[in-house]
């Protein structure tokens, strides 16, 4: 009875305050998408660390036509020249550090390029000329990418060195960026959304005084008389937060895993499955916000 | 069943006390009268009763227990024990009879077949039968307060504070409302009731409180609302209590308790 009570109480009070929980739900969806979207980019990140670290190679670049840098002076690398920066990657100065190293010629670099780009129209443009010979080296310790470079770039034939690490290090220092961005708006969100939730629920207890008043006169609760204005303001976060859940997912599914991942089939993007764990952590949140909120504000205008 | 000892109510610092060192004690199953003019500490006097507000100093005993002592959560059970009336009914206006009396017994959680048992019950002992799917704007006054009536005594509390409940009415509905909350009190419920509304404390001949500006100057059984027996020393401030002559409301007391 009581139960059903309290529910119907909570009824009346969503309908009676429409506007204002509909204000709430809107404000907790795009506080908590914002909450979200941090959490995907960093699940990005891990997913795309954990991918590309043990495949990300140091690469040698060697001189072709028209290269500008100071080891190229000669032209096109020689095969001479090719030779001894060979010896040298086997010297054990060198080999201490490096796991394994290939070489990759014009056209297989080409071929490359070619399936990496498949449904680009750059593709056409390019000619395996254009596109320079390397040495694709596999680090024990990606960490001492340092000792190669001093050791080849300025070799004769060598254009430039390249650790791969370091264009992904930038990549993610953009992305840890962005999802700094989005916490921050979030946070702001957040409070944004605390003080509508402890507005509704002051509109509401005092549109609701006369039931209120009358409650505590025959001896109501506390629980009775509160849990209502509390409840009220946790389901329209939840629903705020259900549906913050439902974006990031479509967004992971639709955005990620049909478009992005044509685009970019190199790149492993997160499943929409792995955005189900940030479901829960959103619900709880947007409940314990609302929870609060709500607590803080009846005990100042709530008296029982 | 209330008890106060010497009970001090200060609201502003700068004002009088609204309370002043109140002793009083009202037994089990006493109906009484809480007269005096407007301002005099009569709805203080109720408040603290109900725990509404602390006394400043002194102690409020209801059935026995010390109010300043019960912890906030223990207040409703000592509310459950109390029904209340007010002047101005306070009806939940978009709630018809039934729901409004309904409404006391949901909020302790009383079960469905417990409230379809006891509010028509309640209802035709304040004289509302068929009339429970009324909304309050389709009721008289006086019928309204029946409403409240029944709203307050639906939990059958113990003791029954009215705040000038006959404040709204005209004479003829304020009887049948008198009528009423003796026939509650004959039942057993203590019954406090303030009011300045002398033909009806005449007519009714209970016990009177008089209070005036925070102070009991009069404590009488079968009591007419102004004096018949001015203690010396204290006429004039009766007189000035009443806010009347005295002659002029004893003779109409007289001629009320003769009809
Ligand atoms: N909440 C309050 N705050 C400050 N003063 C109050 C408050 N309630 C009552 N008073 C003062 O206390 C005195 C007694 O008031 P009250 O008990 O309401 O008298 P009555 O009900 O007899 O008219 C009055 O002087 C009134 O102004
Ligand atoms: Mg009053």
Redesign the pocket.
Known sequence: MRLAFILGEIGSGLRRNLSMVVSVILVTFVSLTFVGAAGMLQMQINQMKGYWYDKVQVAIFLCSEGSTAAGCASGPVTAEQQGSLNALLESPAVSQYVNDFQFESKDEAYKHFKDQFSNSPIVDSVTPDQLPASFRINMKDPEKYQIISETFSSQPGVETVIDQRQLLERLFSVMNGASLVAVSIAGVMIVCAILLIATTIRLSAFSRRRETGIMRLVGASKTVIQLPFILEGVIAAVIGAALASATLWAVAHFFLGEFMSQQYPDTAFISSGQTLILIPALLILGASLAGISSLLTLRRYLRV | MIRFENVT?V??QK?????DSVNLEIDRGEFTF?V????????????LVLKE?RATSGAVYVAGQNVAKISSWRVPRLRRGIGVVFQDFRLLPQKNVFANVAFAMQVIGKSRSVIRDTVPEVLKTVGLEGKEHRMPHELSGGEQQRVAIARAVVNRPGILLA??PTGNLDPTTSMGIMGILDKINQNGTTVVM?T?DDDIVNEMRKRVVE?K??IVIRDEAKALYTSMIPVVGQSRRLKDASGRENPDAELRGEGEGQR
């Open positions: 109510k609201y502003d004002a009088r006390p609204a309370l809480l005096g003019a407007s301002g005099s500490g009569k709805s203080t006097f109720l408040r507000d705040d000038e303030a300045h209070l500006n925070g």
